[in-house]
């Protein structure tokens, strides 16, 4: 059974810093690219990280891009993401999501899209609050 367990997530002032990890179980994590995702009250869920299943690609959203920092260890069966410099609107509950491919997909649209996640987890909230 595939199962994907979120957590580090919690309340960090503006400028803080937080790294979440996702526990991954059930399936050979080594073979799959994994992603990020994050929702904020009243938006809709979008991408924030992908990372290849052999660390030789990363990708992140522009809104993230240079404060952000996604990583892997695939011995220990865990994704990383590695956040710094926060904002408010970092504000959100953070999904990791197992690809059904080993590599993300080229371009922004492709690896956001969601349809090419099969396992979630059930997320950690993040609150950048003074």
């Known amino acids: 059974q595939v199962r994907l367990v979120e957590s580090g997530g919690g309340l960090v002032q503006p400028g803080g810093s937080l790294r979440l990890s996702c526990a991954a179980s059930?399936?050979?994590?080594?073979?799959?690219?994994m992603g990020w995702f994050r929702q904020a009250p009243g938006k809709e869920r979008e991408g924030v990280s992908c990372?290849?299943?052999?660390?030789?690609?990363?990708y992140y959203a522009e809104s993230v891009k240079g404060r952000f920092t996604v990583s892997r260890d695939n011995v220990k069966n865990m994704v990383y993401l590695q956040m710094n410099n926060l904002k408010p609107e970092d504000t959100a509950v953070y999904y990791c999501?197992?690809?059904?491919?080993?590599?993300?997909?080229?371009?922004?649209?492709?690896?956001?899209?969601?349809?090419?996640?099969?396992?979630w987890g059930q997320g950690t909230q993040v609150t950048v609050s003074s």
């Open positions: 990372i290849s299943h052999s660390d030789t690609g990363t």
């Open positions: 059930g399936f050979t994590l080594a073979s799959f690219a």
């Open positions: 999501a197992s690809d059904r491919l080993p590599s993300c997909g080229a371009g922004y649209t492709s690896w956001t899209a969601e349809g090419r996640y099969d396992s």
